[in-house]
C-alpha cells in the first residue's frame, strides 16, 4: 500500500498543530510497517520527514504563486501529478482544496478554518470558508481532534458520524517536571524569583487576554501578592489593539511579556509556573493542554467545550466572558494548597488518554478499515 502525505502549507518557521500531528503519528507508522510505502509532500527540503525508515520517500512540490489562493492551486497540481506517478492508494491532507480522482482523508483543525486565515485578510477567510465544505463532503475520512469537533462538524455539514474518526494527540517529550532546584532557577531567571501563572500561545485580543488581563487585576486587588502574570508566545505580538491596551493596564509591572520564544523555552517556563490558563480555546490547545498535565502544572481553564472533554476533573473551569470569575479561581488555587495538588494528581490520571501510541495506532486502524471498505 502506497499512503502519501501532504505537508505542504505547513512548513511556516512556527509551531503547527497540524504538523507536529503528522510528525509525530507516522513516524511511528513508518516504523510499524515497513511493508507499506509513505510519501511525504513538502515544500521545503526542511520540512522532510525525520524518520530513517527505507519506506519513505520525501518530495518537494514546490510553486512560485505569491499568493496565498494562486498557490493553493498551483500546488493541488503538482502534488496530483506525484500522486500519479507514485502510484498512491490515500492522500492524508489537511489542505481544504481537495484533489479530484484520489480516496482522501482529511485532518480537520480544532475550530477549522477560523483558526487558519491569516489576521485581516478577509479574502483568504471567505476562501476557507467556502472549500472547508469542499473538503469534508470530498473526504472518504476525516480526523479531528475532538468529540465536540466532530459533533460540530457533523451537525454544521450533515455528515455520517462513521465518516470521522476522534484522534486525541499525545504529549511533547519536551514537557517533562523539573525538579525543585530547576523551578527555583527558572523562576529567578523569567519573574525574578516569584511564583507566576502563565499563559502560552498568540498574545492576541482574540485569545481573550484583555479578560484574562482583567482578572490578573481582580486577583491583585483582593490578594496583594507578588504573584506575577506570564504571557509567553512562539510569535511576535502583532496586534495593535492589544499593545494599546496593555500600555494602559494598571498592573503592567507584574505581567511579563515573552514573544518570540522557542518551543524549547515555552516548555522551560510552563514547568516552573504555578498554574498555566487557558482563556479561550485555539487549534494550539490540544497539545497545551496534555503537555501541562504532564509538566505536573494545574490548569485553569474557560468552561466551554471542548476543554472539559480535554481536562475532565484535573482542571479549575471558569466562566471566560468573566474577568471577575477568572480572578476568583486563580486565588482559589493560590490560597489552595490541597486543591492545587489535587488538580495536579488528577492530571497525572487524564494524561493517560494522550499517547502518540494510541493516538497511532486508532489513526492507522481507521485508515486501514477505509481502504479495505473503498
Known sequence: MTIAVDKTGLEKGESNVIDVFIKEIFIRLTARHPDDNFILI?????????????????IIATDIANTFIKKAFGNRLNISRILKKYNTQILVSSQYFPIKKIPQCFILPEGSFRFSAEPGNKRQFICLNKN????????????????FTKTLTIEKYNLSSDKIQVVHPGSNVLYDPVSTEERERIKEEYSGGFEYFIFSGKISSANNIIHLLKGFSGFKKRQKSSMKLILASTFPISDEGFKKSFSLYRFKEEVVLLPGLTENEIAKITSAAYATIFPAFTCESVMELPNSMREQVPVIASQQE?????????????????????????????????????????????????????????????????????
Open 42 to 58: 513538502s515544500e521545503h527540503a526542511a520540512a522532510k520527514c525525520q524518520s530513517q525508515s527505507l519506506n519513505v520517500s520525501s
Open 132 to 147: 472547508t465544505e469542499r473538503a469534508v463532503k470530498k473526504a472518504n475520512l476525516i480526523i479531528c481532534f475532538s468529540e
Open 306 to 374: 471542548p476543554f472539559p472533554e480535554f481536562c475532565g476533573e484535573a482542571a479549575l473551569y471558569f466562566d471566560d466572558n468573566s474577568s471577575e470569575d477568572i480572578a476568583l479561581k486563580m486565588m482559589d488555587i493560590f490560597k489552595n494548597e490541597d486543591l492545587r495538588k489535587s488538580i495536579i494528581e488528577k492530571g497525572n490520571t487524564q494524561l493517560e488518554k494522550f499517547s502518540w501510541e494510541i493516538a497511532s495506532e486508532t489513526f492507522w486502524n481507521r485508515l486501514n478499515k477505509l481502504i479495505k471498505d473503498l
